[in-house]
């Protein structure tokens, strides 16, 4: 696809990311509108995968260890073709197929349980290593927060990923530079992100992770086999795309109005709709 048609599919799941926690009365916005841009590039133009054979065993894998984003991978899926994007409209509700947190087995393409912080890149270790194991042909994505590098589980996974030279894995780091609490500098030390994940064996690097071409750039050529394992620091502004959202960690919590979703309409499509 062209750069200018991702960026509009990035528009409209913005747009049914505001929906979506208005009608679910479900917190998290700020931190689903900052990983768009990166699962538009993943599901668009990265991952090897086929909506009609979700369960594909040379499917690429995709976890998104920063589950409470769960409503960016719902659109994603959605627009991508593994089920009905009607079924978006019924987000979080009681005995739902779309829970706050993504379930494995919930709807087709999740891949697994996910929003305990800190468990996503094991898991990712671990579908890396039997790739290996089973000689299959696949790669390895993980979406981790900054927030949750905090945990000391990523990085006992950031040491054993490169000691198995577990080239067909990539974490990408949300880094929108909050967390639920305060400024992820100040909760805990992450800076220098870079020099630490490069310290620990990783083929890092750093990249606006709202620039759908860079991200494409660095993620597609993610090999199959043995190597360093990709690390990319994607920065990021927590609320974006909605001006009144962004950079402002009260839409942590904070659930969208009617006219919290006019003015979200209007800023991503103009006064013309979608």
């Known amino acids: 696809m062209e750069i200018a048609e991702l960026e509009s599919l990035a528009r409209q799941i913005r747009f049914k990311l505001v929906q979506m926690s208005h009608s679910g009365g479900a917190p998290h916005l700020g931190s689903s509108l900052s990983c768009v841009d990166i699962l538009v590039s993943l599901y668009w133009e990265v991952l090897k995968i086929d909506p009609h054979r979700p369960d594909h065993p040379d499917r690429d894998r995709f976890i998104l260890s920063k589950g409470h984003a769960a409503t960016t991978l719902y659109a994603a899926l959605a627009l991508r073709g593994f089920f009905p994007p009607s079924l978006l409209d019924h987000f979080a509700e009681a005995g739902g197929c779309l829970p706050e947190h993504p379930s494995r087995g919930s709807v087709p393409g999740v891949e697994v349980a996910s929003g305990s912080l800190g468990h996503g890149l094991s898991l990712a270790l671990g579908m890396a290593l039997s790739a290996r194991i089973q000689k299959r042909d696949y790669r390895v994505f993980a979406v981790l927060s900054d927030g949750e590098c905090n945990e000391g589980s990523v990085w006992e996974a950031a040491m054993l990923t490169p000691a198995h030279d577990l080239g067909n894995l990539a974490a990408v780091i949300d880094y929108n530079k909050?967390?639920?609490?305060?400024?992820?500098?100040?909760?805990?030390?992450?800076?220098?992100?870079?020099?630490?994940?490069?310290?620990?064996?990783?083929?890092?690097?750093?990249?606006?992770?709202?620039?759908?071409?860079?991200?494409?750039?660095?993620?597609?050529?993610?090999?199959?086999?043995?190597?360093?394992?990709?690390?990319?620091?994607?920065?990021?502004?927590?609320?974006?795309?909605?001006?009144?959202?962004?950079?402002?960690?009260?839409?942590?919590?904070?659930?969208?109005?009617?006219?919290?979703i006019e003015r979200a309409r209007v800023e991503l499509f103009g006064n013309y709709g979608e």
């Not at 993620?219 to 609320?239: D, R, Y």
Request: glycine share 8%; proline share 6%.
């Open 178 to 260: 909050w967390q639920a609490t305060g400024r992820s500098n100040e909760v805990m030390s992450l800076a220098p992100l870079v020099d630490k994940w490069r310290s620990f064996g990783w083929n890092t690097c750093e990249v606006d992770g709202h620039d759908i071409a860079q991200l494409t750039e660095v993620l597609k050529p993610v090999p199959t086999g043995s190597g360093k394992p990709t690390a990319v620091i994607a920065h990021t502004v927590k609320g974006k795309g909605v001006s009144f959202m962004e950079d402002d960690n009260n839409w942590h919590y904070r659930i969208p109005d009617a006219a919290a």
